[in-house]
Each structure stands twice: as C-alpha cells, then as structure tokens.
C-alpha cells in the first residue's frame, strides 16, 4: 500500500484548498470524500430544466479584475480557474410592520413595512442612503467603514504569518485592532454613534455568520462587511460546482489523487499519533499528515477509539456551541423575475429590525425571517428563456427536529417550504405559488446528510463572545487533537463562509508543508 | 479630535485567551454523542445500502411477479428507510460475473414499509438480464441488497394540481399503486385519476387491488385502455384504443386544472410527448418518470459515423487500474458492468448523477434528451457513465461503489 505524505479527509471547501494547497506544493496527496462529487455546500443539483445552487448567496474577497480580493488571488494560487459574475447590489431589508409601528409606512410594493432598506455597493453610496432612511447615520456608517479598511488590512497580515506571528503583525499595523477585537458589533456602533435604527440595518448581513450583535466581534463583521460593500460580491458563472470541479481539476493537475464515494470510517493509530486510516471499513491508507475538513464532533465520535483522543479535545468539543441550521427552498419558476415582480437578488425578509431579536425568533421554522435570492438578477441566463429560479432560506438555532419521525418528514418539508413562500409572498406583495414548476426543500437533515455535520450546520461553531475570532486563530495549534492532524473549514477559526474555509483549508496545508520541510 | 473608538479599552482583550481555556474545561469529558435529530433522520431515510430477504411472491399475470421483502436482520437491517409514493429503488445482483443494477419502482405503499415490508413488482423483459434473473431465481428466503428509496416521481401539493391523471403502460403501473394507496391511507392529498394502458385484460396488473382501491376511496378514479381488446370483450368501463390528448380530456376537469404523471415504456414516453404538446396545459404539470436506460444509441439522429465497434476502457477506482474492452454500442456503465467491475448506480437514466465520473480522455457521445448533467461538469469533462457512450478509447476515473 502506498503511503502518503498527506491524507484530507473530506472535500468540502476546506478539504479542497488544502489538498490543492498540498499536492501544488509537491507532496503526496491523498483526498477522500464520502460523497460523489466534491464541494460539500459548494456543489449544484439539476431538477428539470434547472440547475440549482444549493448554498450560495454570495462571495466576497472576489474583488474586481483591477483589485482582486483574496479569493481572487487564493483560486490563482491553486491554478483553478472560475468565471466569476460580480453583482452590483449588496441587500434589501423587508422588515413588515409590527401592528401599533407609528413610522410604519406603505412602502413601493404595496406593503405596510417599518423598514424597507435597499443599499447600494460603495461606501459613500452606503452610507448616503443609510442617512437617506435614517437621518443623522452617514458620519457614523462613512466612520465604520473606514475601520473596515483597517481591519481588512489586519486580516491580510493575520493571512501572511502563522497564528501569532499574523496577529503581531495585525497589532503593530493596526491601533484599534485589539479594541475592536474585544467588543461587539453593538458596543463598537453605539460608541460611533450610528442610530439604532441604522445599526439594524447596518447589521442585516449578521445571518451570514450565525451570531447576532450583541455577540458578535466588531472587529469581524468589519472586515466582512467591508468584502460586501467594498465592490460588490460575485457569484461563479456556473453554480458553486463549478468553483469545486476547477479545484479538483488542480489536484488532479498537480498529481494529487483524489478518491470519491471513499468515506474514511476510522483513523488508525500508531505510538499515540494518527498513521492511516481506514475506508469505506475495508481499505487501509497511510501517511504522516492529515488534515480534516470533517466536522470535529462527528470526527470524535465516529473516527478515534475512545482512549486515542486526548481528553481536553473531547471537553472543547462538548463545550462549544453548534452553530445555527439553514433551511432552504429551491424553486425553479416558469416566469421571468420581471413577470414575478422581483427586483432584487437578496432580499431580506425580517420578523423584526433588531439582529438579537432575529435570533430569539429563530427556533423553529415559523420566525418569519427568510431570505429570498432571485439568480437571475446576477446571472440573467442561469435559467431558459421565460423562467427564473428562487431560493428562499431561512436559519433555525437548537433542535427544531426533536419529535419528527421519518413519516412525518415529508409533509413537515412541505409545511415549512409553504410559509417560507407565503412569507415572501405576503412581505413582497408578489404571487409564487401558481408559477412553481421545480421544488426541491432541504431541511436540516437534508444538510445532514450531505455535510455530516451536527444538526446539519454549514457553520461549525457558533461565533460566541467567548469563542471568537482572535482567540481561535491564536490558539489554532492548541485547539488541534494531534500536531500531525489539522482540522480546517468551518469549525474552524473564522467559522462559516466559502472564503473561510478555503482560508483555513490553505492555511491548514501550509502550516503541514512547513512541518515537512522542517522535517518534523 | 481623537476617534471615539479609543474609548473602548483594549485591555478586555487579554483575559478572552484564559477565558476560552476555561470554557473549555468547563465541558463534558464523555466522548460526544455521534447522533442528532437531523443525522438520525438522514440516516433513516437514506441508508447507503438496506440488506432485505423476499418473504413472499405473488403471481401478478402470466410474466410478472411481486415480491414483498422485509428487513435482513442477520445483515444489519433492522427497519426499512420510509419512503414518498413514487420512489424506486435499486436492486443490485451479481448474475454470473456481472455485477448488475436496476431502479424498480416501490409498488407497495408507505404505510407498508412502516408495518415492515416493501413491494417489488418485476416483469420479464425481452432479453433483460435483471428482469430474467429475478423472476428465475428469486424465492422466498433470497437474500437482496436495495438502495435507500430514491427518484423524484412524487406527488408535491406547492407544485402539482389537486387532480393527477396518472398514464401507466405496462408495469409502468406500480408507482401509481403506490400513490393510490398513500391517497387512501391519508398519506398524499390529490384526487387520482389513473388511465391504464394495456393490450388486453389478461395483461392487466393489480386488477382487483385497483377495483378495491376506486371502491374505497372517493379521490380514485381507474379507467382501463386496452389496444388489442376486441369490442365485445371490453370490460365495463373501459376505453378502447391508445391514451390520446381526447381520453386525457375526456377524464379531466373542465377547469384544465390538472396534472399529468406519466409512467411506461420508452415507447410510450414517445408517443405521449405528442398527446400531452395538444392539451394546452401548461409544462409544470407534465410529469415523467425516469426514461430507463437506453440502448443502440447509433439509432439516434446525431450519433456520429465512424465509430469503431471495440473499444479499450481505462478505469481507475480509488487505487486500482485496469484496462477493458467493450462494445461501443453500450454505455461505459455497461461495458465495466460487463467486464466485471461495479460501479456506482442508481438510476441508470442520466438523471441521478450517482455514477458521475471524470472522464480523463477520449470522447463519449450523450443523448442530449438524457444529458441531465450539471453545466461545469460539462467544462470539466465529467460524464454519467449510465448514458454515455465511447466514441474512442477512454481513460476514465470512477467512484468506488459504497
């Protein structure tokens, strides 16, 4: 049996990075996936006459052609060739309005809303419109995103170094850094001064990262923001499969290999340290290094024997939060977007303004909160003439499945894929139900079954005060079960987003080339 | 003046490292539970494989046979994955060396799986090897290995009309006993109107279940159309002749609100794709179930001149390579089922997607009414080995099967 310098256990877009990262760098590279195709999230499904994205909303650190952003730069590293779109627009907020809301109005479509907020691309325009809807706002927004320059400049030193070395890096660049770093989205927006109500609005994009302001770091949301709102987020010309296959192709290209429907069942131990693991429970495959894409929980339960894990990984484990569930509604329409009366690639269907708020609704299907994405409004052609497709998705926290046996399942999906679309249908004033020629509905064991995650999540663990961005990427190595065995994607530092987790599946791989070429 | 920023103390920053640290300690040192809600449900209703053994036979007509398979304990198969009316599922069977695979729609209902049985319903097909295999060799105590129920032949109430006309031609008939019976037993919600294409009443399948299922159920509707029937042997209330565009209409609501499921033979697919363009409803409501495999692809209008009849195959499975020789009249699916070599399937159809493959070089041709493939797979030179055919020599890199 040949031996491998490096095993990635999951091709999901950390898996990919890393094996690409990997196998560019000249070593022995050995991918396993237990699906059939790569990606994980970044994958596609044909139903009919439509191709659907399963997960993608949006992608920043694309950049444009003259200022490619890291992601850019990241898949011209890997040699993976992607025809991006960009888009022009960042969100629209539907907040409907709350019976006895005095400054509710009728707003455009008819409907009686106490926010309707659709923001443009650039700081200047953002921040305009912003003090547009509430007045007084545009010092402190055009003050924000100037910290956002800031932190996405940390960002790039953090990327440079390993752990430590990128955050001293961080730290002499960038005064504020640590400042923001330990304070909230909401305490650092109410020491700018921006109105409550244009914090809500500001805030919007909260969900992409499952924890709302009161939790989550300044610092963070900054940089994330600034990849929106900068130029504008891009989308792969065609659906996230195809940002899978030209990584893939890179692998293969550099004389990696990969094997697909090859689910790794146990890893197999020698003197203490993984040597090699198991497949699909009959093949043994060796190497020195491993890097996991695979959700840790899951990886603890299912790979080691109990005695070979070290106890302090299984308490971390045990300790951390699952981050939040997606619930997702494909719809392939046999109208055009003009016809069915939408005008925005993402709009944001709110219970309430307030991102906290939002949480607390968010436990179980019925909270209101639902985003709509219409593709064709970035991508024209990405269904026939006369058609457009819809994805609508909502986020559940904890276990909204407790008490749901198999025969209930499928009339449950069609349930909660109803109110979703009676949501849309009722904030937006337009009619979907008559038009839907494709439906496919994904739940979190939908998810479940194609990540292996816990609860489904995309996520990995929730971005909580005490769990944030900076102490996860200081103590990386002291988070990690094995010097020899690295997890990478979203349970990682950065937690959920493509970006991240090509970034922590590169990083994962350069930390185990380095540990090759110093011979440890 | 100096930014209100630095009125946030950096000091908070310290103490969240020895925080973390703490929580972290703070947790449980059991080793975690490798289950959930969402897992279990996924595990349930898509097992990788379900290991059954045939409990009994019944004779459905002179060729054609059900078989009602329960759990293989012994095997690790404790209960059946629960399923929606409509789904099939994959019967794998090594026949000789080949290691052979075919979709079968579930005729029983859901019901049943949950009461502990699923029911096959297999009729012989001219030379079809897994058709032939099954009605000679299966009794009951046959160990059988089935997929988890796949297909997406369902009823779905935010898409369909509340009325289904459901056009069956031969065993094409078994998902729609399925949904009859969920429409019975409370599991779906549409009326099912059923137009049931046979030759004569001999070949009628489900006869007197369907008789029982129109008696109980109001939603239920059956109306035989039989094509060789003299008129004086015509059943009570049956139509003579094809199922047309004027039967369909004849049977549906004067409102057009309806849907149509359709079910048989290729031939058929065929001949109804002109009936159903004449009735003026609109494409979402015209449903087909998958296509089956197709043969003699030189039959087909753009196949290519020229194509040599041996080709060379070289496969490579996780670490193992290999070379083979084929027909090029079978898909590449085939022609490494034929060689001995299995690998992954589902539907067989172009559809699923179960088998996708790199193709590393050569070319194959693809039906285009069956190219279901996704659009970057077509730019990376991914193929569905089910529904492609070698134009050249290949070399191709294939899944193991699970």
């Not at chain 1, 504008?232 to 893939?248: F, K, Q, T, V, Y």
Request: include cysteine.
């Amino acid at each position: 049996m040949k031996k491998y310098d490096v095993i990635v256990i999951g091709a999901g877009n950390g898996g990919l990075a890393a094996a690409a990262t990997c196998s560019k760098a000249g070593l022995s590279t050995l991918l396993l996936e237990r699906h059939n195709i790569p990606g994980g999230s970044a994958s596609s499904f044909v139903r009919g006459r439509f191709e659907f994205e399963p997960s993608l909303h949006e992608l920043c650190g694309i950049g444009t052609p003259e200022s490619p952003g890291p992601l850019d730069i990241q898949f011209g590293n890997m040699e993976a060739k992607v025809n991006w779109v960009k888009h022009n627009s960042t969100f629209r907020l539907v907040v409907p309005a709350k019976e006895g809301d005095k400054d509710s109005f009728i707003n455009e479509d008819g409907v009686r809303v106490s926010v309707d907020a659709r923001m443009p691309v650039g700081f200047e325009a953002f921040s305009r419109k912003l003090d547009e809807i509430v007045p007084g706002s545009y010092d402190s927004c055009m003050k924000a995103f100037e910290l956002s320059e800031e932190m996405t400049k940390a960002f790039e030193c953090m990327g440079e170094g390993d752990n430590m070395g990128g955050i001293f890096k961080a730290l002499k660049y960038m005064p504020d850094f640590m400042r923001l770093t330990s304070h909230t989205i909401k305490e650092g927006l109410d020491t700018l001064g921006m109105p409550k109500k244009a914090q809500d609005i500001f805030n919007t994009y909260w969900c992409y990262m499952g924890s709302p302001a009161s939790q989550f770091d300044f610092q963070y949301y900054l940089a994330v923001l600034n990849g929106y709102i900068k130029n504008g987020a891009s989308m792969p010309r065609n659906r996230s499969h195809e940002m899978s296959l030209a990584i893939d192709k890179s692998i293969r290209d550099n004389g990696g290999d990969i094997w697909y429907n090859s689910e790794v069942t146990s890893v197999i131990m020698k003197d203490g340290r993984p040597a090699g693991v198991k497949v699909n429970g009959n093949k043994e495959v060796f190497a020195d290094r491993f890097i996991c894409n695979a959700s840790p929980k899951f990886v603890l339960s299912d790979l080691f024997g109990k005695d070979d894990i070290p106890e302090k990984q299984i308490r971390m484990t045990n300790a951390r939060k699952t981050a939040v569930s997606l619930t997702t509604v494909y719809l392939g329409m046999n109208k055009t977007k003009e016809e069915l009366g939408i005008k925005d690639y993402s709009i944001f269907i709110a219970p309430d303004s307030d991102s906290d708020k939002q949480y607390e609704a968010c436990g179980d299907f019925y909270s209101g909160f639902c985003i709509i994405n219409c593709l064709n409004e970035v991508i024209p052609d990405c269904t026939p003439p006369g058609t457009s497709q819809l994805f609508l998705t909502t986020m559940t926290f904890g276990d909204p499945l407790k008490d749901v046996k198999p025969q209930d399942y499928k009339k449950l999906k069609t349930k909660v894929a109803g109110f979703l679309i009676d949501t849309c249908e009722k904030a937006l004033n337009i009619s979907i139900r008559p038009y839907i020629e494709e439906i496919e509905i994904a739940l979190p064991p939908t998810f479940s079954r194609y990540l292996n995650t816990p609860m489904g999540t995309p996520y990995g663990y929730m971005l909580e005060k005490w769990d944030s961005l900076i102490p996860r990427t200081i103590q990386y190595m002291q988070d990690q079960p094995f010097d020899n065995f690295l997890f990478c994607g979203a349970s990682q530092e950065r937690g959920d987003g493509y970006g991240c987790a090509y970034y922590t599946g590169e990083k994962a791989a350069k930390l185990t080339i380095k540990a090759f070429r110093e011979g440890k | 003046m100096a930014s209100p920023i630095k009125s946030l103390s950096a000091r908070k920053f310290l103490p969240m490292l020895g925080n973390r640290q703490s929580r972290f300690k703070s947790g449980s040192p059991e080793v975690p539970e490798g289950t959930d809600s969402a897992r279990a449900l996924a595990a349930a209703l898509h097992p990788v494989r379900q290991y059954l053994k045939v409990a009994e036979i019944i004779e459905r007509s002179a060729d054609c046979k059900s078989f009602r398979l329960v759990p293989d304990t012994e095997k690790g198969t404790e209960k059946l994955a629960y399923f929606g009316a409509g789904k099939y599922l994959t019967v794998f069977e090594n026949v000789g060396s080949i290691p052979l695979s075919r979709a079968y729609s579930i005729s029983s209902s859901p019901k049943n799986s949950l009461e502990g049985f699923y029911e096959l319903t297999v009729k012989r097909v001219d030379g079809g090897l897994m058709s032939n295999h099954i009605l000679s060799n299966w009794a009951v105590g046959t160990c059988v290995e089935v997929s988890a129920p796949s297909g997406n032949f369902e009823y779905q109430p935010l898409r369909d009309a509340g009325t289904v006309i459901c056009l069956a031609g031969g065993s094409g008939i078994t998902p729609f006993v399925s949904m009859a019976n969920a429409v019975c037993d409370g599991d779906e919600d549409f009326n099912l109107v059923l137009l049931y294409g046979s030759r004569d009443p001999a070949n009628i399948l489900f006869k007197d279940e369907l008789e029982a299922l129109e008696k109980k159920c109001g939603k239920i509707k059956v109306v035989h159309v039989l094509s060789d029937t003299a008129e004086e042997e015509m059943p009570a209330g049956a139509e003579k002749g094809f199922i047309t565009a004027d039967l369909i209409k004849k049977y549906a609501p004067d409102n057009g609100d309806y849907s149509v499921f359709i079910c048989g033979p290729q031939q058929m697919y065929e001949f109804l794709e002109k009936e159903t363009d004449k009735l003026g409803i609109e494409r979402k409501f015209i449903r087909r179930e998958m296509f089956g495999e197709l043969h003699n692809p030189s039959s087909q209008a753009d196949y290519p001149s020229d194509v040599p009849e041996e080709v060379k195959i070289t496969v490579t499975i996780q670490d193992e390579t290999r070379t083979v020789t084929g027909n090029s009249c079978d898909s590449v699916m085939q022609i490494l089922e034929k060689n001995g070599i299995a690998v992954p399937s589902r539907c067989r159809s172009g559809e699923c997607g179960f088998c996708h493959s790199h193709l590393i070089s050569g070319e194959v041709y693809i039906p285009k009414q069956i190219d279901y493939r996704r659009l970057a797979d077509k730019d990376f030179g991914c193929i569905h080995p089910c529904c492609s055919f070698p134009l050249t020599d290949l070399e191709i890199n294939v899944p193991a099967v699970r």
